[in-house]
C-alpha cells in the first residue's frame, strides 16, 4: 500500500507498545456508559470507556469515545498517541481482510483476478464460469473495501499524529523522537509522501544516531521521488 520498506522498531507492536496504557482495574464499558449518560460534557468518561473497550479487546470500538476525548482535552499527548495507534491497528485489520480476500481470489482464479481459472483444486471445484465470477467478484469487492479502509485509516492516524508533534513543545522533541517516526509511517502508509519526508527529515535530526536512523535515510530518496513526481512532458 506505500512507496518502500518498513523500518525496523516502527512496526505495529513497536508503535503500539507503551502508548495505549491499558489498566488492569478501572471503569468498566457498562459503568464508563452511565457515567457518560449522567455527565455528558465530562471527558473522563470518554476516557475510561475508551479504556475499557481497549481492555476487553475492542479496540474499533475504542476510538469514537477517545476521539470525542480529544476533542475535549486536545492537547492529552498521552491520549492522541493511544488515538493514532488505535487507527493503525485499525488499518492493519484491514491489511489483514485484503489479504484473505487476495488468497481467495488466487485459490478462484488461479492467480488471475478477473479471469476464474482451473489450475488449483479450489478453482476446478468452482469452474462453473458463473460460480468463479459471482466468487471473483465478492472477493474482488473485499479486497477493494480493505484497501479503501485501511487507507482511510492511515489517514486518519496521519491527522492525529500530527496533532501529536503539534502540541508537542518544541524543547521535548529530542525526548520524544518516536512521535516523528509515527508520522512519517502512518502518512508513507496513507501516501502522504511529503508529509512522510518531512516527519522522517525531522526525526534524523533529532535523532541522528538512533537504531531506525539508517533505514530510514535509505527509504528518503525514494520517498522524495514520490513526493515530488516529475510533471508530464518532463
Known amino acids: 500500500f506505500n512507496v518502500g520498506g518498513s523500518i525496523p522498531g516502527t512496526g505495529l507492536g513497536d508503535v503500539l507498545q507503551g502508548l495505549a496504557q491499558e489498566q488492569n482495574a478501572g471503569p468498566s464499558v457498562g459503568e464508563s456508559r452511565d457515567k457518560i449518560e449522567d455527565e455528558p460534557n465530562n471527558p473522563q468518561g470518554y476516557l475510561d470507556l475508551s479504556t475499557a473497550l481497549q481492555r476487553d479487546g475492542r479496540n474499533t470500538e475504542a476510538i469514537q469515545p477517545l476521539e470525542r476525548y480529544v476533542q475535549m482535552r486536545p492537547r492529552d499527548r498521552d ?47 468452482f469452474a462453473n464460469p458463473q460460480i468463479s465470477s459471482i466468487e471473483s467478484t465478492k472477493w474482488n469487492q473485499q479486497l477493494n473495501q480493505a484497501f479503501l479502509g485501511a487507507q482511510e485509516a492511515y489517514k486518519e492516524a496521519t491527522r492525529v499524529f500530527q496533532k501529536l508533534v503539534d502540541v508537542t513543545p518544541d524543547e521535548l522533541e529530542a525526548d520524544e523522537p518516536l512521535i516523528f517516526l509515527q508520522l512519517g509511517q502512518a502518512a508513507q502508509s496513507a501516501g502522504d509522501y511529503k508529509a512522510a519526508v518531512k516527519a522522517y527529515e525531522r526525526y534524523l535530526e533529532v535523532a541522528p544516531g538512533s537504531a531506525s536512523a539508517e533505514a530510514i535515510r535509505a527509504q528518503l530518496p525514494e520517498l522524495r521521488k514520490a513526493a515530488n513526481p516529475p510533471k508530464q512532458g518532463q
Open 79 to 125: 491520549a492522541l498517541r493511544s488515538l493514532g495507534s488505535l487507527h493503525m491497528a485499525q488499518a492493519q485489520t484491514y491489511e489483514e481482510q485484503g489479504a484473505i480476500a487476495r488468497a481467495q481470489l488466487t485459490e478462484i482464479t488461479g492467480g488471475d483476478v478477473l479471469a476464474p481459472g482451473t489450475s488449483s483444486p479450489f478453482g476446478q471445484e
